[in-house]
């Protein structure tokens, strides 16, 4: 059963340019998580999609956004990114949402460098 | 807010030395507790869980006790093995969404 893919694995921006990165779920899972990994924040959950929904959203500003296709896969956006959003984006799937009794299954992320 | 708190790192074991990795937490609810591994190059991947008190996770030789008295979910392993060399993640899950704690780098050295 093929894992979480995630394209492109690496990404190299402009500031005020936009992004757009995909994730495509392990077969059968209907709820795509994202996360951005920082060296000083850590893992910070972006948001959550379940049946082309968001479901649940972090604390990040409106320029992050994100979308859920019918065969759930899923996409998100930056707009006029900032140096500050040079990250590792991981996407995480799993069967069903909320990350608690249905784990979340991680893929090797899309690294994105803002100069 | 919930909050994760791990042990500082990087922590430097030689081959089958035993490991603890502190992880303690703050949550208003019930929540269930995670420990993620992430190897150079590659996303996380779930080493164990426990979803009530006194639950313990295992998997690999890896074991976590959840302590609700303590709100804490150290990690431990008997034998360390190089491969063992990671970064390891303490997590919380509300339901909504896992909080992570800052994570602690493992090197084991042969």
């Known amino acids: 059963k093929a894992g979480v893919t995630q394209t492109p694995r690496y990404l190299i921006k402009t500031r005020g340019q936009q992004v757009t990165l995909s994730c495509s779920p392990i077969?059968?899972?209907?709820?795509v998580s994202w996360y951005q990994q920082t060296p000083g924040q850590g893992l910070q959950f972006l948001f959550e999609y379940f049946s082309e929904t968001q479901r649940n959203k972090g604390n990040f500003p409106g320029r992050f956004s994100g979308r859920q296709f019918s065969n759930s896969r899923s996409e998100m956006n930056v707009s006029t990114l900032e140096l500050g959003d040079s990250a590792l984006y991981l996407c995480?799937?799993?069967?069903?949402?909320?990350?608690?009794?249905?784990?979340?299954?991680f893929g090797n992320g899309t690294r994105l460098t803002v100069t | 807010g919930d909050s994760v708190t791990q042990m500082e790192g990087p922590v430097t074991l030689s081959e089958e030395a035993f490991l603890t990795i502190n992880c303690t937490y703050t949550a208003t609810g019930y929540p269930s507790l995670f420990w993620y591994v992430q190897y150079p190059g590659e996303g996380l991947q779930l080493l164990l869980k426990?979803?009530?008190?006194?639950d313990k996770g295992s998997n690999k030789g890896f074991e976590a006790t959840y302590r609700k008295e303590t709100t804490s979910f150290h990690l431990e392993k008997g034998s360390v093995q190089v491969s063992d060399s990671a970064v390891y993640f303490c997590?919380?899950?509300?339901?909504?969404?896992?909080?992570f704690g800052s994570g602690t780098r493992l090197q084991v050295q042969p």
């Open positions: 077969s059968g899972h209907r709820s």
């Open positions: 426990a979803t009530k008190a006194d």
């Open positions: 995480a799937s799993s069967l069903n949402p909320g990350g608690d009794n249905s784990p979340l299954h």
């Open positions: 997590a919380l899950s509300d339901r909504r969404a896992l909080t």
